[in-house]
């Protein structure tokens, strides 16, 4: 009986679909996605394909929760819906990347660690360093990077220098990449204020 009166009521979830800027919210899922495939299970897909994959797991999430109601949201576990929908994708994408039987391989932490304190024997330090790339591509979403931008930023911490290397990496093509790039350039102010307050 309790664990009934924890799942959220109809009415509470057509408050949060009809209440919420989904805009931003789908933007900031959109990154999600583009971490966990490129960071925590390191595919290598280039660009079309992340962002077609991205929007499809989205789509199936929002149906599961809110056409099908196949997806439960707890609000005692998940008090936060944001936090209960990045959860539900979380493990939505880890299903289906197992059912397609991709190839994965699991945080390759010593590809993000910033070049002046890379030691691979320190593991104090790699978790440093994951964390804090980690908050800035959280930052950069919150500032309003775009899709692109964010994977590029994903490139820059893989190690990853040359606009030409990363273009191709994305499998962009020279007018995407070039706008792209541009904008990117505009937040380095951001990236490189949160690089000084952590001692970089």
Request: hydrophobic residues 40%.
């Amino acid at each position: 009986m309790e664990q009934i009166k924890s799942i959220a009521s109809d009415a509470l979830l057509m408050d949060q679909l009809h209440n919420r800027d989904w805009e931003a919210f789908w933007l900031r899922l959109m990154g999600r996605c583009f971490w966990l495939l490129r960071k925590r299970y390191s595919i290598k897909w280039n660009n079309e394909k992340v962002k077609e994959f991205s929007r499809s797991a989205i789509g199936d999430i929002i149906n599961k929760v809110f056409i099908e109601k196949k997806r439960n949201w707890n609000v005692e576990r998940y008090p936060d819906f944001e936090d209960f929908i990045i959860g539900a994708l979380d493990s939505h994408i880890n299903n289906l990347l197992n059912k397609k039987g991709i190839e994965t391989s699991i945080d390759n932490y010593d590809k993000i660690l910033p070049k002046n304190i890379i030691d691979e024997n320190n593991a104090q330090v790699i978790l440093v360093a994951k964390e804090l790339s980690n908050n800035i591509f959280n930052e950069l979403e919150k500032a309003g990077a775009e899709d692109d931008e964010l994977l590029i930023f994903e490139c820059l911490v893989d190690g990853l220098e040359k606009p030409d290397e990363i273009k191709q990496e994305l499998g962009m093509s020279d007018s995407d990449f070039h706008n792209a790039w541009r904008r990117f350039k505009r937040r380095r102010n951001l990236i490189q204020q949160k690089l000084a307050e952590n001692g970089y």
